[in-house]
């Protein structure tokens, strides 16, 4: 499967944005579906996961109550909305595809695709 990630920008703090993730393939709803972040200098970082056709998700405690993360399998789509955004949010932001296992792993190397990601920048 193939990712391409967009939505990102600049926002104030207290914004929000929508980041999209477009997927190739006709068996959309066969893979559990991750967003990433990457700040400068630091480690990709879980922000939340959805299973492939139950919609049961998984957040980082960071993102709690503020992103939400969708899909849509007619469109091959996942989203993720981001409100109140914090300038410690600022990264790139990537879509991660991986087999449905039953499990929403918050785990980098569990998941085998990868988008080029989107840059979100949030100002104080």
């Known amino acids: 499967v193939q990712l391409q990630a967009s939505g990102g920008g600049l926002v104030q703090a207290g914004g929000s944005l929508r980041l999209s993730c477009a997927a190739s393939?006709?068996?959309?709803?066969?893979?559990?579906m991750g967003w990433f972040r990457q700040a400068p200098g630091k480690e990709r970082e879980f922000v939340a996961a959805i299973s492939g056709s139950s919609g049961r998700t998984n957040y980082a405690d960071s993102v709690k109550g503020r992103f939400t993360i969708s899909r849509d399998n007619a469109k091959n789509m996942v989203y993720l909305q981001m409100n109140s955004l914090r300038p410690e949010d600022t990264a790139v932001y990537h879509c991660a595809a991986r087999l449905n296992t039953g499990w929403l792993t918050n785990r980098p190397n569990d998941y085998a695709y990868w988008g080029q990601g989107t840059q979100v920048t949030v100002s104080s």
């Open positions: 393939g006709r068996t959309f709803s066969s893979y559990t």
